[in-house]
Antibody, heavy 118, light 110 residues
Framework: EVQLLESGGGLVQPEGSLRLSCAAS????????MSWVRQAPGKGLEWVSC????????YYADSVKGRFTISRDNSNNTLYLQMNSLRAEDTAVYHC???????????WGQGTLVTVSS | QSVLTQPPSVSAAPGQKVTISCSGS????????VSWYQQLPGTAPKLLIY???KRPSGIPDRFSGSKSGTSATLGITGLQTGDEADYYC???????????FGGGTKLTVL
């Protein structure tokens, strides 16, 4: 069974930093692109970033470009999201997801909540 | 404001059929495959439809997808109270190398 388990969320002050992790199991991690998708409280889904299977290609949403860095450790089946210069509008549940694979994301982790507030 | 446009809400009675639309530009939906996700309250999104009209293993055939031009549609037949959820369309914009989602549609089964 494919499982994605996020961790690392919490309360952080504006301009602070946080590193999210996503532990993957149940599939050959190093053969799939991986993504982060966030959902602000009561709002819809927003794609944040993705990384190629080997980690050499990354893409970011304009809203986080220059502040967030996606990376992966294929030896430990773990995906990361380093978030710097956090803003109130970054407050959201952050889901990791397998993909995009042909354009879709499947499955998704339950997410970890990031709250940016003073 | 989401890149893909969905109605905020739809409703129908149990046993009936409902459709949810998703519209976008030619660079978004027109030239890319569309996927659909179901998010039950308090849970992670779940893939319902991929490549416009394909269902992953385990998704009942009550759920269907279609695409025409710059619009896509999710259809749900034989509505059940357990189908009450938020539904999102999504695509990978290959021209921008970015994922995009609709704003979501809340389905109420009356």
């Amino acid at each position: 069974e494919v499982q994605l388990l996020e961790s690392g969320g919490g309360l952080v002050q504006p301009e602070g930093s946080l590193r999210l992790s996503c532990a993957a199991s149940g599939f050959t991690f190093n053969t799939y692109a991986m993504s982060w998708v966030r959902q602000a409280p009561g709002k819809g889904l927003e794609w944040v970033s993705c990384i190629s299977h080997s980690g050499d290609i990354t893409y970011y949403a304009d809203s986080v470009k220059g502040r967030f860095t996606i990376s992966r450790d294929n030896s430990n089946n773990t995906l990361y999201l380093q978030m710097n210069s956090l803003r109130a509008e970054d407050t959201a549940v952050y889901h990791c997801a397998k993909g995009p694979y042909g354009g879709w994301f499947d499955p998704w982790g339950q997410g970890t909540l990031v709250t940016v507030s003073s | 404001q989401s890149v893909l446009t969905q109605p905020p809400s739809v409703s129908a009675a149990p046993g009936q059929k409902v459709t949810i639309s998703c519209s976008g530009s030619s660079s978004k939906i027109g030239n890319n495959y569309v996927s659909w996700y179901q998010q039950l309250p308090g849970t992670a999104p779940k893939l319902l439809i991929y490549d416009n009209n394909k269902r992953p293993s385990g998704i009942p055939d009550r759920f269907s997808g279609s695409k025409s031009g710059t619009s896509a549609t999710l259809g749900i037949t034989g509505l059940q109270t357990g189908d009450e959820a938020d539904y999102y369309c999504g695509t990978w914009d290959s021209s921008l190398s970015a994922g995009v989602f609709g704003g979501g549609t809340k389905l109420t089964v009356l």
